[in-house]
Every structure is written in C-alpha cells, then in structure tokens.
C-alpha cells in the first residue's frame, strides 16, 4: 500500500497522471495476461527451455554458440525451471518483465504519454515480448533501465557498467550498440577518472570479452552466427551485396502491411536530425557526439550482421533496431529541453510506431483465433494413447520440441528418445543434416532393436500429405489437422514388435 500511497501523492496533476499510468499498466498487464494464455509456445521458445531444463548450469555455455545468444537466457530459464515454473506457464514470466518494462516507460520516459502510448502499442512493447517467451523480453527492460541511467551514468558509473554488461550478455545483435557505449565511457574517463567511473568501464569490457568467448565455443560446427573473413567473402559471392543491401527492407517488413518499411526511413530522418543537430547547436556537440556515437555504432554493426554475416530476416530481431533509435530519440529529448529537435525526433517515432499497429494486432489475432502449431493436440493425444513409463522416439526434433517440452513438464514418466542421435532427447542442434530416411523398414528395425518396452513414434512434417509411408507395425494412433496460418503436422505411431 505504501507504493500506490506514494503515487496518488503528490500535487494534483501528479496524481492525475499517476492515477492514468495505473490504469495503462493494469490494461497493458491484463490484455497481455490474456494473450499469453492463449498462446502456444513456437519451437524456439521450446527449445531453450529444453536445453535450460537438460543442462547444468556448467554445461549451459556450450552451446550459446549453436543457439545464436550469449548466456544470460539460459541462465534465465534455468533459474525459472529451477524455481518451479512450469512450461505451460513460462509466457507469463515475459508478461510480467514487458510490464515492469512498460512501468519504467509510464513513469520514466522524458515523453508525452500519447507518445508513451504509441510505444506500448508498438511491436516493441505490443504481443511479439511480452507473449513470446524469447530473451527479446529481458533486452527491452534492460535497454528502458539504461535509457534511464544514461543522464546519470557519471554519477552512477557501476550500476550502468552493470546494465550494458547485462545487454552483452543478452543477445548478438546488441554488440555494437555496447561497443558504442564502452567507447563513449572510455572518452569520458578523461574527465571523470574515479575508482567507480573506472569500475563501471571494466564491467562491460570483461562481459564483452566473454561473450565473445562464448560465441566461438562450441562442440558443434554448426554454430548459429559466424563473423570471418572467410564466411563474409563466401556469402557476398553467393549473395551479392546489392540483394544483401535489398534484404534490409525485407527485414524490416511486417507482414500483412509494409509498415516497417516505413518505419525504416523514418529511423533514418531521425538520424538525420541527429547529424544536423550536432552541426546546428554547437553549444551541444559534446551530448550530440555521444549520443550519436552509440547509436551508429549500434545501427551500423545491427546492419553489418543482416547485411554481411546473416540474412536474419526475422521481425523479432528488427526490433532491437527499434531499440537502438528509442534511445536516440531518448537521450534527443533529454538533451533539448523543448525546440525543433525535441518535438520532431519525438513525432517521427511515435509515427513510426502507429504504423506498425495493424501488423502487430494481426500476428495476435493470429495467435489466439488457432495456434501456431499443433503441440497441445498431439499431446493430449498422447496423454490419451501412451501409457506412463513408455518410450517415445522423437523425429525431426525442429518440430517436436514444444511437444517435448510439453511432455517433460507433464506427470507423466515418459523417457524421449532422439532417433537421429540415438540417444535421450536432450540437446537438439538446428539444421542437423543426418536425419534418417523414414518411409523404410529402416526405422522399425532400428527401434526394435534399440529399444526395449513400449515404444511410441512421434513424426513431425510440415503437412499431413507428407506423411511416410511407415511399415504395418507402425499403427496410426492419432495426428493434429494442418493449421491454416501455419502448415505443420504431427502423427503418433505405436510400434507394434514381432508382428
């Protein structure tokens, strides 16, 4: 009581606001409460999951190479799983961290609260982190806590080295935008050379060293993201660069409507600002350089790993670009107090923000009108049909992790068997190129011969017409209806011996 106190406290228009911002994060927390009960986890979701419940806390490092993110996610999950929250559950941990996010934005943002609004409506802030459990979640908080600490990151040095350690720590395509802001603490530590300033610079410099370390150690070759000459020079002769340069609006494009398009060269009107700021109030040049120098590092290396390294034309991913202009536009309006500069960094974001509205409200139409997958139906199917204590071989792991993830969060003492690797389903790796022919007599014999008890088939394939053509033994026992939006199909087979 002594929080809600404090904030109906205060002169009249405090309050009102106040009373305002309450009532936005109460409807924002509601809609996307609703919305994470009715969303179905996506394979990657799943997959971290797995490899967090699996994993020793030791042993999570190692893959951070295969999976595309340094470690901070897993180590996330793992201390969740730990904690006991169960998989079905796991969306309404990002729930809560996109509404604390959003809190910090109600209450701390130097915006209008129209300008507010647009954002939490926005794909950053709107269904794509708060319902999909990715670390995207934990990137947006962490950026929104540094936007807040940037005008006193001199006076606080340690805790915003901790923070841009954190965002290292987050995910790849982050790297530059905490180059930049280790650069920008460097040049300052000329002038504020304390233990602390120097402190909260080491911070970041060791997590970036260790990310890199992490991000090139791995037992697999098949890592996710590769940054050498030899890669770059490979992928520019099969790609060359003026489709890579084409990719780039491709990667901002928001399916049903080409509004990130727009909001691409609206970010770049606003860069565009930023320069003629900087030659316009020579009286700011200092705060113009500084916060130019991140955000370009930021902009720059995000569009140097679409454009040279990976194609990642993924909408999540396009909006830590998203994240990159908020704190330009950020640190623009905290900077100029009022005037031309303030006013149109602001309008441009927040038109670029409502341009994107209807893409957004589409995918989670989407997601509540029919699932993206079918993992609950094959597991209640298999709940329904696999007695407690048999094995179920799993096939074409890319589309079967929800479902083992759903398996492994059941009382059920299913053990999951990877056909591929011949071994418990553990560790999946995506791309594996060794996945066995199956429309044979192959696989029957393989199972029979390698496994002992009950045994059960899960197929994963993109349609129903594409199923195998499995042996008599292997009997039908159920399979999910193809989904319009999203083609993907399940069969469960029981895998009858000595017939």
């Avoid at 708060?130 to 807040?148: E, G, N």
Wanted: hydrophobic share 45%.
């Amino acid at each position: 009581m002594t929080g809600i106190t404090y904030l109906l406290s205060g002169n009249r228009k405090s309050r009102k606001m106040n009373i305002i911002n309450i009532m936005v994060l109460i409807a924002y927390a509601g809609i996307h409460v609703f919305l994470a009960l009715h969303h179905e986890p996506w394979r990657d979701e799943s997959q971290a999951w797995i490899l967090a419940r699996n994993l020793s806390f030791t042993e999570l490092p190692g893959i951070c190479a295969s999976e595309g993110h340094p470690i901070l996610w897993f180590f996330f999950l793992k201390l969740c799983i730990t904690s006991g929250v169960p998989f079905r559950y796991i969306n309404l941990v990002s729930t809560l961290i996109m509404t604390a996010a959003a809190a910090l934005l109600l209450w701390r943002s130097p915006f209008s609260p129209l300008s507010d609004l647009c954002i939490l409506i926005s794909p950053i802030f709107f269904y794509y982190n708060p319902v999909i459990c990715r670390i995207y979640c934990i990137v947006v908080l962490l950026f929104i806590a540094l936007y807040i600490l940037y005008p006193i990151r001199n006076e606080r040095p340690v805790l915003y080295g901790i923070i841009v350690a954190l965002i290292i720590q987050s995910h790849i395509l982050v790297a530059g935008f905490a180059i930049g802001c280790i650069l920008e603490l460097t040049i300052n530590i000329k002038k504020h050379c304390k233990r602390r300033n120097i402190i909260g610079l080491i911070i970041p410099v060791i997590s970036l060293i260790c990310m890199m370390g992490e991000l090139h150690t791995s037992d697999s070759d098949e890592t996710y993201i590769h940054i050498n000459a030899d890669y770059i020079r490979t992928r520019l002769q099969n790609y060359p660069l003026k489709d890579s340069l084409g990719s780039i609006s491709c990667h901002f494009d928001y399916d049903p409507v080409p509004s990130g398009k727009i909001f691409v060269f609206l970010s770049i009107a606003i860069l565009v600002i930023l320069i003629a700021a900087f030659i316009i109030k020579k009286d700011l040049r200092k705060p113009v350089f500084s916060i130019g120098l991140i955000t370009f590092a930021g902009v720059i290396y995000y569009l140097g790993i679409v454009i040279f390294v990976r194609n990642a034309a993924h909408f999540q991913m396009a909006i830590i670009f998203w994240l990159l202009v908020l704190f330009c536009v950020w640190a623009f309006t905290e900077t100029f107090k009022e005037g031309f500069f303030r006013y149109a960094g602001i309008l441009l974001f927040a038109v670029g923000c409502l341009l994107t509205v209807p893409g957004t409200f589409k995918f989670a139409q989407y997601d509540v009108n029919e699932p993206f997958s079918g993992s609950t139906e094959i597991c209640e199917a298999v709940v329904e049909n696999v007695p407690d204590g048999a094995v179920i071989v799993m096939h074409n792991d890319m589309y079967c992790t929800s479902i083992a993830a759903y398996l492994y969060d059941s009382d059920r003492n299913y053990t999951l068997w990877d056909v591929d690797n011949g071994c418990e389903f553990i560790i999946h790796k995506w791309g594996r190129e060794n996945a066995r022919e199956l429309n044979n007599e192959d696989l029957y014999v393989t199972i029979c011969e390698d496994i002992q008890g009950d045994c059960y088939f899960i197929y994963g394939t993109g349609s129903v017409s594409d199923e195998p053509e499995f042996p008599e033994q292997m009997i039908l026992m159920g399979q999910n209806e193809v989904q319009d939006f999203r083609a993907e199909s399940y069969q469960l087979y029981y895998v009858q011996r000595g017939a």
